[in-house]
């Protein structure tokens, strides 16, 4: 649940240049597979939502995590964030697009990625508070000739809000959440000014890499007074110190390119290991076939964007045993008593129908407070 105190919207409303739309990952692509993120506009606001390789977290307003929380667990995989429950398959040395479905303009600054291996168990379960992240790519700024200069994010919208990380060849085999994160430096010049805009996702690297980087916890990468963290970018710059630990051996900042979508893929569950391009597309979705459709019906009271391609046919695939209603199938009772009960049930099923409606207008109530926050 978002809480703002008065100070963390005083803040946002001070240093809001103009009311203007955050934004979060929608999905991302591996070799053309498709995978869903955490829908930040609908997901926290249905009873189930769907297994998806984004981590679940409460930044229901698109907002961020402020240098004064530097410390606290938010910092690690955004606000209040549990553990992705899917996961995707990614050979080492092959690219990754983190597909934002927005990016301000106003809110240049450095793209971070990182990774931290999760062990034998994966990503599913483990205390996030005990992940160790190593750098892979970053890129700070680009051309600071004309203030407030060319930077990351300015590349991230050049290419469609995307960004293409490439994991690199010599990591070891495993289980690893991938952070990615903008940092937003335009009110950067004033303490507690920047911005961290955290997305994690949980992948398995395959291939033949022998690298285990050492890395450092989540509330360790930065400090509110680092170099690249309290700096004002309305000046002309030569250099700037992307904040963070210093890249790995085997780092390679790929030049950013759009990369097309050419199938839906389902987040792949457990320790599950078939690389899901090769893999038959009916394993595939029968894997989390029953978690997507048991959400899609959950869905209609919140808009949706419509950059995620939908899972339709994780939902055609599913054994459509909800039809069967049991209480049909009862035989009806005669006489008074029957008619009485058969009113008793319409009752019931007038009030459940209310109380569904009811539930729907106040979520929908509540999405539309929560994106009035935005910037
Ligand atoms: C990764 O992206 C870079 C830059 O666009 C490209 O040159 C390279 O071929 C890609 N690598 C793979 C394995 O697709």
Known sequence: MPSF???????ILAGAASVVAHGHVTNIVINGDSYQGYEINSFPYMANPPIV??????NTD??????????????ICHRNSANAKGHAVVKA????????????????GPVIDYLANCGTAGCETLDKTALEFFKIDEVGLIDGSAA??????DQLIE??????VQIPSNIAPGFYVLRHEIIALHSAGQANGAQNYPQCFNIQVTGTGTDKPAGV??????????AGILFNIYQSLTSYPVPGPALIKGAVNVAQARSAVARTATALTGLAAAPAATAAPATTTSVAAAPAVATTSAAVAVPTTTLVPSTTKAVTAAPTT?????????????????????RRAARRAAAAAAAAAAREAALARRHARDVAFLD
Do not use: M
């Open 5 to 11: 105190t008065s100070k963390s919207l005083l803040t």
């Open 62 to 75: 698109n907002g961020f995590v402020a240098p004064d929380a530097f410390s606290s667990a938010d910092i």
């Open 148 to 153: 407030p200069g060319k930077w990351g994010s």
């Open 322 to 342: 909800t039809t069967a209603a049991p209480a049909a199938t009862k035989p009806a009772k005669g006489g008074c008593r029957g008619k009485s009960q058969k």
């Open 53 to 58: 390789v984004g981590w679940t977290a409460s």
């Open 159 to 164: 290419n469609g809000n995307s960004w293409l």
């Open 217 to 226: 916890k989540g509330t360790a990468l930065y400090t509110p007074n680092d």
């Open 93 to 108: 040395g092959d690219n990754i697009s983190i597909q934002w479905d927005t990016w301000p303009e106003s809110h240049h």
